[in-house]
């Protein structure tokens, strides 16, 4: 039995813990929360017993394997390498930190330590994902792929008459990219790899925060476009486009039906069977990799290339967070 504490009490972290209670190999052991108050009423809502207010006694405790990260981005970075180098397992909210730079210590944590450091991508790990991927050679030849998600956020009525929450704090590392974006550029790294070239336009809301985006990713033969929004809504559907036909996900983060629109036969249409909650997905993949002590590498190495790039979009687009300023060491 895996026991984990949860760091952070948002609707993503009900959202998980609804998740893990159909994964036997979990037990939910304890809460985080810099609030003792908040913590004791989210720790009683889950039927969890202890609650932590200090990061380091949570790491320090022998009755905790693993830690599932929910905090604002821009903490991600110190608590998961704090809880990574006392040998706890992570599973850190999307997406992972806000940096290349912060992305590669946590990577050293983990393979220093030996344990488990995993990004909680919900569609790298869905089954929705992977008949994506399989069915792609029966379009023949790539040729573009655009990728939509465009949700108005429930905080942005709030930021219209002035009051301004985490979603909306680029000094959090949050903004449009980060917190909806990732959503399109992990899948598309995920299928094609790395592009060749990146162009990238936003707008700016008033206090600076991105508050919905394009990219324009190229590769030798072909190109992907991918849209995303906290400000309005849009159509879910994505869709990739290959000279002998078009394959059409009806919402990138969470397939559930596929359709095929071939050139020359007729279409098809492919329904993915699956739990509601497809966080279970994620979930599984974390537990396999810390029961099995596999390396996890290979996932990791999506999560490495899906920073690199956010971070190159970031550049173009101006955006710097405060995590983006590493101070100079000070020489004797």
């Known amino acids: 039995m895996i026991r984990f504490a949860t760091i952070g009490t948002n609707f993503i972290v009900d959202l998980f813990l609804e998740a893990a209670g159909q994964c036997s190999r979990l037990m939910h052991t304890a809460v985080y929360s810099r609030s003792r108050d908040t913590g004791e009423q989210f720790a009683k809502k889950h039927g969890v017993n202890t609650v932590y207010t200090d990061l380091t006694e949570l790491a320090e405790a022998e009755e905790i394997d693993a830690v599932y990260i929910a905090s604002p981005n821009f903490l991600h970075c110190e608590q998961a390498v704090l809880m990574l180098e006392h040998k706890k397992h992570v599973?850190?909210?999307?997406?992972?930190?806000?940096?290349?730079?912060?992305?590669?210590r946590m990577r050293q944590a983990a393979m220093t330590n030996n344990v488990v450091l995993l990004e909680a991508m919900r569609p790298a790990y869905d089954p929705g994902m992977a008949a994506v991927k399989e069915n792609l050679p029966k379009l023949g030849k790539i040729r573009r792929a655009s990728?939509?998600?465009?949700?108005?956020?429930?905080?942005?009525?709030?930021?219209?008459?002035?009051?301004?929450?985490?979603?909306?704090?680029?000094?959090?590392?949050?903004?449009?990219?980060?917190?909806?974006?990732?959503?399109?550029?992990?899948?598309?790294?995920?299928?094609?790899?790395?592009?060749?070239?990146?162009?990238?336009?936003?707008v700016f809301l008033e206090n600076g925060v991105d508050g919905e985006g394009t990219i324009l990713a190229g590769y030798p033969d072909m190109l992907a476009e991918l849209s995303y929004s906290?400000?309005?809504?849009?159509?879910?559907?994505?869709?990739?486009?290959?000279?002998?036909?078009?394959?059409?996900?009806?919402?990138?983060?969470?397939?559930?039906?596929?359709?095929?629109?071939?050139?020359?036969?007729?279409?098809?249409?492919?329904?993915?069977?699956?739990p509601e909650n497809n966080m279970l997905y994620e979930i599984e993949k974390w537990c396999d990799l810390i029961e099995e002590k596999l390396p996890s590498e290979e996932a990791l190495h999506i999560s490495a290339m899906e920073m690199?790039?956010?971070?190159?979009?970031?550049?173009?687009?101006?955006?710097?967070?405060?995590?983006?300023k590493v101070a100079e060491p000070v020489l004797p």
Request: charged share 35%.
């Open 308 to 324: 690199e790039m956010m971070d190159e979009v970031r550049r173009k687009l101006q955006i710097v967070f405060p995590a983006d």
């Open 147 to 202: 990728f939509r998600f465009c949700q108005y956020s429930s905080r942005y009525d709030k930021f219209k008459v002035g009051q301004i929450e985490n979603a909306f704090k680029p000094e959090l590392s949050n903004g449009a990219l980060m917190d909806i974006g990732v959503y399109c550029v992990h899948p598309l790294l995920l299928l094609f790899g790395k592009p060749d070239r990146i162009q990238a336009d936003a």
């Open 91 to 104: 599973l850190c909210e999307k997406p992972i930190c806000s940096n290349y730079k912060e992305f590669m």
């Open 230 to 274: 906290k400000i309005t809504n849009g159509m879910a559907e994505s869709e990739i486009q290959g000279e002998e036909g078009i394959l059409i996900i009806d919402r990138l983060v969470d397939p559930k039906e596929l359709r095929i629109l071939y050139r020359k036969k007729e279409d098809e249409k492919i329904r993915i069977q699956k």
